[in-house]
């Protein structure tokens, strides 16, 4: 498997604040694969994500990203590991505020050995005649599809996205997805999304369901719904 954990357990807090969030969490993602992650707030979706992202450490278990045990990362290694094979998606778009569009994609490219071409990129998100403008000046729509040009510029091998749609209405929400889908048909980006909307898990490869910090359910969908297709967004 291209993604895959063992035995993941992490928590937090100690003594009466004591609270595990992952109870042992054995996964595997295909290469290429679009995977959503469901969950009840609370659940340890994104605490899940944070770890596969390198954001947040483990208790005990195993984490493989393309043969890669990433574990026992830290520092150096563990920023290596990030810029080289991560691009991260969050429901707030952290745009850098007084750079434009294009600038706010550069923040990234220059820290990719083999970017995308930003060109095609801009054209690809419809955002060519929007790259001059800052953040401000954009729709929530069109802020999301640069966070999303932020990271797909340095042509990572996994797109971690948390609520990638969360802030958005429901016609803007469908345009992300159909986006998404795009990426990951032109780009065979492998996609991670955590997500709240029960819909979104028509139009995966594969969906994984935890509830208390276990994995609930775990299965691939014979048949996909285009996202442009998808109801109740």
């Known amino acids: 498997m291209f993604i895959e954990t063992k035995g993941l357990k992490k928590s937090y807090g100690e003594g009466g604040s004591y609270t595990e969030v992952l109870k042992g969490i054995d996964l595997g993602v295909a290469k290429g694969e679009m995977c959503v992650i469901q969950g009840t707030s609370g659940s340890g979706k994104s605490t899940l994500l944070n770890c596969i992202g390198g954001l947040d450490t483990i208790d005990s278990g195993s984490i493989a990203v393309d043969g890669l045990k990433i574990e026992a990362l830290k520092g150096e290694k563990l920023s290596d590991y990030r810029r080289d094979n991560l691009g991260f998606i969050f429901q707030f778009y952290n745009l850098v ?117 276990e994995i609930h359910k775990d299965y691939r969908n014979e048949v996909k719904v285009p996202a442009k297709d998808l109801e109740d967004l």
Do not use: W
Request: aromatic share 4%.
């Open 97 to 213: 505020p007084n750079l434009t569009v294009r600038e706010n994609i550069q923040v990234c490219e220059y820290l990719s050995k083999k970017p995308l071409k930003i060109d095609e990129l801009l054209t690809v998100l419809g955002l060519s005649e929007h790259q001059n403008k800052f953040p401000s000046q954009l729709s929530g729509g069109q802020q999301q599809r640069c966070a999303i040009a932020r990271a797909l510029i340095k042509n990572p091998k996994v797109l971690l996205c948390d609520e990638p749609t969360g802030a958005l209405d429901s016609k803007t929400s469908r345009e992300i997805l159909i986006l998404l889908e795009q990426v990951n048909k032109q780009y065979g980006t492998t996609m991670l999304i955590v997500t709240h909307n029960n819909s979104i898990k028509n139009m995966v490869d594969h969906v994984i369901y935890i509830k208390d910090g």
